[in-house]
């Protein structure tokens, strides 16, 4: 390639904020629930970038096209790889695509192809553009990319009410929040120099088993359980916990792993994969990321209920990690059930791909 700027390169970060910022010169865009991805185009040549500088083009060669086909000759683009089921995105299909079989892979992007959406400008033919202000580079950007079935360019705004009404209403099509970018806002690979909004809410779960802290005998998530007619379905984990929260937290679970196999809901899955249509996530399924990742799990009696803060589902389950927060020695288990969640009013993406 012959590019002024060559892949790897690290994206531009956002910090989390609790509430929409205002101000002057700031922009606002729908936060895109997908894979981050920095597409390097020099003609025939395509690399699609990831967020940990793995090249995700082998698993989108439907991509690939697509953007031979949108973007100019020689460029650089920041944006996000998305699946659409329906009216909203679909990340559990999206997390289907990283396989290693070329046949699958191939399977897949037929079936359920990608779609990359733009929102940043990063070079341009000979010109890089990360010195550049943001929003000379998101003009220059909606001016050379045309947007097709299969590449869009992000919606933009510098209202604050339309930003917060996105908020609101685009979770219902599956996006994440909504991202400020100052006007004058330089890019900065792998730096926190944006702010991001999202959707915060808490819930309560039974504690069902944990997982041991890759540095040693101490806890490294809780795994999270939520009743569903009479059956206990793992939602995903709490984790996050200072060293020494983790340390004591051996403890005060202890009394439930006594005999806590006998019985458990869970016991015919620690050797698991996941099914078919990946809604029953198992404790003990092969990482898709990572194959080598320990993911096996000490059972504990299904008696412990815990106060999470989460961000949002995906089908039945955490999209993220959970927080803990904490116990709810009140609550009996078997009132820990899916009817507790917020589900989000519909909201057809389609109207946020043409905004």
């Not at 010169?25 to 970038?49: A, N, Q, S």
């Not at 996105?166 to 120099?193: C, I, M, N, S, T």
């Not at 995903?236 to 937290?249: D, K, N, Q």
């Amino acid at each position: 390639m012959n590019l002024p700027l060559l892949p790897p390169v690290k994206p531009m970060l956002a910090k989390a904020a609790t509430k929409l910022p205002t101000g002057e010169g700031l922009f606002y865009e729908p936060k895109w629930d997908g894979f981050r991805c920095i597409v390097f185009r020099d003609g025939d040549e395509v690399e699609l970038g990831s967020r940990n500088e793995r090249p995700l083009t082998r698993y989108f060669p439907e991509v690939v096209a697509a953007v031979k086909a949108a973007l100019p000759e020689r460029c650089v683009v920041d944006g996000e790889i998305v699946i659409q089921n329906g009216d909203r995105l679909d990340f559990e299909a999206l997390l289907q695509r990283i396989h290693p079989a070329e046949s699958r892979v191939n399977l897949l992007a037929e079936n359920t192809p990608g779609t990359f959406v733009a929102f940043d400008l990063l070079a341009l033919g000979d010109e890089s553009f990360l010195e550049t202000p943001f929003g000379e580079r998101q003009a220059l950007l909606r001016r050379v990319v045309g947007s097709t079935q299969s590449v869009h360019v992000t919606s933009i705004t510098q209202d604050a009410a339309t930003a917060q009404r996105w908020f609101e209403e685009f979770e219902g099509a599956g996006l994440d929040g909504v991202v400020a970018k100052a006007a004058d806002l330089p890019y900065g690979p792998d730096q926190r120099l944006m702010t991001k909004v999202k959707h915060v809410r808490t819930a309560d779960c039974v504690v069902a088993g944990f997982r041991w802290h890759k540095s040693g005998p101490i806890v490294g998530s809780l795994l999270l359980g939520l009743y569903d007619g009479g059956r206990l379905q793992h939602i995903g984990v709490a984790a996050s916990f200072p060293m020494t929260r983790r340390a004591e937290l051996v403890e005060e679970l202890a009394p439930y792993r006594e005999n806590a196999l006998d019985d458990h809901p869970w016991k015919d899955w620690a050797n698991a994969q996941t099914n078919g249509n990946g809604e029953d996530r198992m404790p003990g399924a092969v990482s898709r990321w990572n194959a080598k990742k320990d993911l096996s799990w000490v059972p504990l009696r299904p008696e412990l209920v815990v106060e999470i803060k989460y961000d949002q589902l995906e089908g039945r389950r955490l999209r993220h990690t959970g927080q803990f927060l904490r116990w709810r020695t009140d609550r009996e288990p078997l009132s820990c059930t899916y009817d507790q969640l917020d589900i989000p009013v519909k909201y057809d993406l389609a109207e946020v791909l043409d905004g």
